[in-house]
């Protein structure tokens, strides 16, 4: 949208300022084309608009929701990192647990019914994929 072109005016709808630009200095240069081209910049998530006559506490305040979105994306980083940590953690358990059904598959003492019921499957489906 910031291309150059013979358009002027308008708005530019951005999920969040963190969306439009990688670092604060690349949003406030962004947000100055725009400015130059004499659009206004509506970031969605902190319900923020900055117009082309924007003041300069206007433009504090999309810096202020730039770093908070900024914040909140890190964050999402982080938690996707400690899921894969998480996943291998329930993985390794799952693989121990099967491990131990296998164990007791072989054992005539346990009942059937109650292994499958231990591993979290149906008499239903063992049927079909067994037989």
Known sequence: MLRPSGRKGGVIYTASLAV???SAEDMLS???RAAARGMTVRAL???LTIGADARAADLHKAAQAFAAARERRREIERGRTGGSISGK???DAARA???AIKLKW???RFRTV???KEAGITYNTAKLYLG
Do not use: F, P
Request: hydrophobic content about 45%; overall charge negative.
């Open 89 to 91: 953690k329930r993985s």
């Open 20 to 22: 439009l630009a990688w």
């Open 45 to 47: 998530d902190a319900d």
């Open 114 to 116: 109650d292994l499958l």
């Open 30 to 32: 962004c947000l100055t």
């Open 106 to 108: 072989a054992d005539e």
């Open 97 to 99: 647990k099967a491990e």
